[in-house]
């Protein structure tokens, strides 16, 4: 996020709804997690340690989420994926202790990036823009699991056998997540994934393929997993949002209220 401004709004320490939407969003991944066969998810206080035993560094790690965190165990945890061969990373909210520069530091994840964490607090009255025809993916429908995979993996632009671990048939089945599909003029053209857990809505994974950018399809298809959050009794919707996604999800109406620094390895 080093390229454009973000603005932070109503960004206040310990403000009770960015804490509420932080605490979804890890009961979330926690649910995500317990899809993966081989996968791990540890809390405890202001820590999470997690693992898919997927190559790719997000996918494991650390989240530091607050001043209570130990960094022995964040230490210990980063040492024994790095001795398992696992890429890995550090995600930490705003309100983290200040060892987590130097830990990123001794573990050689010399990348930074500042990821906003961003609100929004009608998703009831967001509109789903006509042109974009959205489908719910059915975890029984093989084809459309795969389609929903290979669009996440095109539209970030990664291997479809790592990236389309977080969109199974497994993790479809889960009563709190939902991916959906989207098409114009009959040709697939983009995907999401949302999550429901304590009244809000997490939305996830919006990947649209190069050929099939700026035409809108990702507005309308974050729209779709916010219109079915809120029909399901979403209050609020969250995301972490990327460089190229920001300036869509701040026109929607999404504010920014923390910035993480995170920690990977160097490219």
């Known amino acids: 996020m080093s390229n454009i401004a973000v603005d932070l709004h109503e960004a206040r320490e310990n403000d009770p709804s960015t804490q509420r939407a932080v605490t979804a969003f890890t009961s979330?991944?926690?649910?995500?997690?317990?899809?993966?066969?081989?996968?791990?998810?540890?809390?405890s206080a202001d820590l999470v340690r997690y693992d898919t035993e997927q190559p790719t560094p997000r996918f494991n790690g650390v989240?530091?989420?607050?001043?209570?965190?130990?960094?022995?165990?964040?230490?210990?945890?980063?040492d024994a994926l790095a001795g398992r061969g696992l890429p890995y990373c550090i995600l930490s909210r705003p309100s983290a202790p200040e060892w987590?520069?130097?830990?990123?530091?001794?573990?050689?994840?010399?990348?930074?990036?500042?990821?906003?964490?961003?609100?929004?607090?009608?998703?009831?009255?967001?509109?789903?823009?006509?042109g974009t025809v959205i489908s719910r993916v059915d975890p029984e429908d093989a084809g459309e699991v795969a389609l929903a995979q290979q669009l996440f993996a095109d539209g970030f632009e990664g291997p479809v056998e790592v990236l389309g671990s977080l969109m199974t048939a497994e993790v479809l089945r889960l009563p709190e997540m939902e991916a959906y599909v989207g098409r114009a003029?009959?040709?697939?053209?983009?995907?999401?994934?949302?999550t429901l857990t304590d009244g809000h809505v997490g939305v996830f994974n919006i990947a649209t393929p190069p050929a099939y950018r700026t035409r809108g399809h990702g507005h309308a298809i974050t729209a779709a997993v916010m219109a079915a959050g809120a029909a399901a009794g979403a209050h609020t919707a969250y995301l972490q949002a990327s460089e190229m996604g920001y300036p869509i999800y701040e026109r929607m109406g999404f504010r920014a209220v923390e910035l993480w620094p995170s920690y990977y390895p160097a490219e």
Do not use: K, N, Y
């Open 28 to 43: 979330a991944m926690r649910i995500l997690w317990s899809a993966f066969p081989d996968g791990a998810w540890r809390d």
């Open 63 to 78: 989240v530091v989420l607050g001043p209570e965190a130990d960094e022995e165990s964040a230490s210990q945890w980063l």
């Open 100 to 130: 987590v520069a130097g830990l990123a530091s001794r573990h050689h994840l010399d990348r930074v990036e500042h990821e906003p964490f961003m609100i929004h607090s009608s998703p009831a009255e967001v509109v789903v823009p006509q």
């Open 185 to 194: 003029d009959g040709q697939p053209c983009t995907t999401g994934f949302g």
